[in-house]
């Protein structure tokens, strides 16, 4: 158990809809990172927050965004689904520099989210 | 990030030490090398990293050559439990907040019985 939690774990929903998952970091870590993995893709980088900033932005699509609150759970919206949109999304948080472990980052189960 | 080479799959006897290389010839002096494993569908595990000099933990050894264009990632002691996908990168550490991962298709390690 990392110590990031993902909810829901499991997601099915229709194209041209609108869904939200949610990400709690481990307790003390300041930066969230989202990723998508899906089959032809792979593992890639969408999106980090730093303490409720934006701080780097990777391969994320206009229909989705991401925010951080003040209790520094982290959401992802992704609107007007495709078929493509279908993958898992992973949740990923790391301490803040200088803290222990603050090169790692930890994975949360990941959300599976299937577009019909 | 520096782009990364790795073969596609391993296989390795229970038991026996696994050697996953790892090639990245364009690594830059401020880049470390990152080691992370993803088990079927469970989210991406840290398992070491290093920037010149070898490395060992709980997990595993990192073996960086001199030139730092390659390393090697050892299990000492491989268990079928350690069949998973594993993933070397390389990525710059800086002195403020932390960065994204660039994941690669990885090496898809299979522990045999």
């Known amino acids: 158990d990392s110590g990031v939690t993902q909810t829901p774990k499991h997601l099915i929903t229709a194209t041209g809809q609108r869904v939200t998952l949610r990400c709690s970091p481990r307790s003390g870590d300041l930066s969230v990172y989202w990723y998508q993995q899906s089959l032809d893709q792979g593992l890639q980088f969408l999106i980090q927050?730093?303490?409720?900033?934006?701080?780097a932005k990777g391969n994320i699509l206009e229909r989705f965004s991401a925010q951080q609150f003040p209790d520094l759970h982290s959401e992802l919206n992704l609107s007007s689904l495709e078929l493509g949109d279908s993958a898992l999304y992973f949740c990923?948080?790391?301490?803040?520099?200088?803290?222990?472990?603050?090169?790692?980052?930890?994975f949360g189960p990941g959300t599976r989210l299937t577009v019909l | 990030d520096a782009k990364t080479t790795q073969p596609p799959s391993m296989d390795c006897a229970e038991g026996r030490a696994a050697n996953l290389p790892c090639n990245h010839s364009?690594?830059?002096?401020?880049?470390?090398v990152y080691w992370y494993r993803q088990i079927h569908s469970q989210g991406p595990q840290y398992i070491i990293h290093?920037?010149?000099n070898n490395e060992t933990n709980e997990m595993a050894s990192l073996i960086i050559t001199e030139d730092r264009k390659s390393s090697t990632l050892i299990l000492p002691h491989a268990t079928l439990r350690d069949t998973a996908v594993y993933y070397c990168i390389v990525r710059g550490n800086s002195g403020g907040s932390n960065y994204k991962l660039t994941f690669g298709k990885g090496t898809l390690l299979t522990v045999n019985p």
């Open positions: 290093g920037l010149k």
């Open positions: 927050y730093y303490n409720g900033e934006e701080r």
């Open positions: 990923a948080s790391s301490a803040p520099p200088g803290g222990r472990a603050y090169n790692e980052q930890f």
């Open positions: 364009t690594i830059s002096g401020n880049e470390y």
